[in-house]
């Protein structure tokens, strides 16, 4: 029987190979931002990265990769100047660089307001080679779900680009078990399908899109507001390397709560999202931020994550 020492110890070696793993996944982010135009992007994300710019107002870095700035019309602002930038791949060693070219964005003049958003794709390599591991992302996204949603404070009008997830997904993964790429895309987009509608296709508009696994190669997470701070930049990407390497790691993960959990647990075996001591179990347990290293994002999760002010 293990000591209360050598549990600690055991904890600690877990988390920190939970921590190292997390760092280890490849991602990338959309930055949705008004007050400059795409041009202006680029050349403030080349005073950063170096490499050239291109004709399409895209960034080639001296190592290949492009860093993209594109007008996107869903924004809106009373300049008419709005785009997207789009990351190349990027890994953990890249973390001071993309929170470099978010401080410069903001002394350039860039902006968000509430019709603006940020995504954060991880990369679905692990998932398309043990699909079932899908199923513990599902599960986990919806028994923290209020959590999740309330954490993340997602503005009103963005909401139906980040839905929450209905009944019927959750019922078809339950069911479904799903041991196949084949399994998994059937159970994301019900009524038979295996394909989906193209690029646009609906069901990317919920909080977690596993359509994109299917599209690009990754995993989704689009519940965060825009934001050009650079500490909350960095705390939604870890909010989705920690989603994402919890159903990695996790043998399997049940629909349901734990009945230790108590009042905490809805019916439905969702978790309630009523006191700060429940954002606090996500944010250690599920992301697994644990230690000094994390401890400013930890703060920037429980009071403003993905939002410029509180």
Same mark, same amino acid.
């Given at each position: ?36 135009? *795409? ?23 001296? %190592? ?63 998932? =398309? ?22 954490? *993340? ?12 997830? %209905? ?33 646009? %296709? ?27 701070? *650079? ?12 989603? *994402? ?10 629909? =349901? ?20 001591? %429940? ?15 994390? =401890? ?15």
């Amino acid at each position: 029987m293990l000591t209360r020492v050598g549990m600690m110890l055991l904890m600690t070696t877990r988390n920190a190979n939970r921590v190292s793993f997390l760092k280890s996944h490849r991602f990338g982010v959309e930055l949705e931002i008004v007050g400059i135009d *795409a041009h202006k992007a680029a050349e403030i994300v080349h005073s950063v990265v170096g490499g050239t710019i291109g004709l399409t107002a895209g960034v080639t870095m001296v %190592d290949g990769r492009i860093w993209k700035a594109v007008y996107d019309g869903s924004l809106r602002d009373h300049t008419g100047r709005t785009c997207e930038i789009v990351s190349p791949i990027l890994t953990w060693a890249d973390m001071d660089s993309l929170q470099a070219i978010v401080r410069a964005l903001r002394a350039g003049g860039a902006r968000v307001n509430e019709s603006c958003g940020m995504h954060v794709h991880v990369d679905g390599a692990a998932f =398309k080679t043990n699909p079932s591991k899908v199923r513990n992302l599902m599960a986990l996204a919806y028994r923290w779900e209020p959590v999740a949603v309330n954490i *993340a404070r997602v503005l009103r009008n963005r909401q139906g680009y980040c839905r929450t997830l %209905d009944t019927n997904l959750i019922d078809r993964f339950r069911a479904l078990r799903p041991a196949s790429l084949t399994a998994v895309a059937a159970a994301w987009y019900g009524n038979g399908h295996t394909v989906g509608r193209g690029h646009y %296709d609906q069901s990317r508009y919920r909080w977690i899109n596993v359509h994109a696994l299917f599209d690009k190669g990754t995993i989704e997470f689009r519940l965060f507001n825009g934001t050009l701070h *650079a500490g909350h930049v960095k705390a939604n990407v870890l909010f989705a390397l920690g989603m *994402a390497s919890c159903a990695l790691a996790s043998r399997s993960v049940s629909f =349901k709560g734990k009945a230790g959990e108590g009042t905490r647990t809805q019916s439905d075996g969702r978790r309630m999202a009523l006191t700060s001591n %429940d954002r606090r179990l996500f944010v250690y347990h599920v992301l697994c931020l644990v230690g000094d290293e994390f =401890k400013v994002y930890r703060k920037h999760m429980n009071k403003f994550i993905g939002g410029e002010e509180v």
